[in-house]
């Protein structure tokens, strides 16, 4: 059985009542059939009808609760500005309203400055150096010294 809309059922009932009307007079006691049709497709027009009326008043209300949030949060930036302004932005106070403070960066260094490599003085033993590679050598895997 397909499947329809509650709009194709209300409209198809109002075809049938409206059908059923034109041959009320051919059809005898068809009035007993179309008062309790006349009046489900009265009910569902009507529950329709308050439906849409709180689709309606649940967008608005949407809508409204969107801009309370938007101002709230408007009102709790200029608060925390303020406890900001008054304790130091640095104070560790402003964390009790939800404000970060600024804290010095920790983590990683700087590698904009090469530190010179440590020397061991000589006579002491320390990790053996790599060997230096030869200057016109390019960083490259080993070749098979067995392929031609």
């Given at each position: 059985?397909?499947?329809?809309?509650?709009?194709?059922?209300?409209?198809?009932?109002?075809?049938?009542?409206?059908?059923?009307?034109?041959?009320?007079?051919?059809?005898?006691?068809?009035?007993?059939?179309?008062?309790?049709?006349?009046?489900?497709?009265?009910?569902?027009?009507?529950?329709?009808?308050?439906?849409?009326?709180?689709?309606?008043?649940?967008?608005?209300?949407?809508?409204?609760?969107?801009?309370?949030?938007?101002?709230?949060?408007?009102?709790?930036?200029?608060?925390?500005?303020?406890?900001?302004?008054?304790?130091?932005?640095?104070?560790?106070?402003?964390?009790?309203?939800?404000?970060?403070?600024?804290?010095?960066?920790?983590?990683?260094?700087?590698?904009?400055?090469?530190?010179?490599?440590?020397?061991?003085?000589?006579?002491?033993?320390?990790?053996?150096?790599?060997?230096?590679?030869?200057?016109?050598?390019?960083?490259?895997?080993p070749r098979n010294p067995t392929a031609g």
């Amino acid at each position: 059985m397909p499947r329809s809309s509650i709009a194709d059922s209300i409209a198809g009932w109002e075809k049938a009542v409206a059908n059923a009307r034109a041959n009320a007079m051919d059809v005898p006691g068809m009035e007993a059939y179309l008062a309790p049709l006349e009046k489900i497709l009265a009910d569902a027009k009507d529950l329709t009808a308050r439906l849409d009326m709180r689709l309606g008043i649940k967008q608005q209300e949407t809508r409204d609760r969107r801009a309370l949030i938007q101002e709230g949060s408007f009102q709790v930036s200029r608060i925390r500005s303020a406890i900001k302004a008054f304790y130091g932005r640095n104070s560790e106070r402003v964390i009790e309203l939800g404000a970060r403070p600024v804290r010095p960066r920790t983590g990683k260094v700087q590698q904009a400055k090469a530190k010179p490599p440590a020397v061991s003085p000589p006579g002491t033993s320390g990790p053996p150096s790599p060997p230096a590679a030869a200057p016109n050598e390019k960083d490259e895997a080993p070749r098979n010294p067995t392929a031609g």
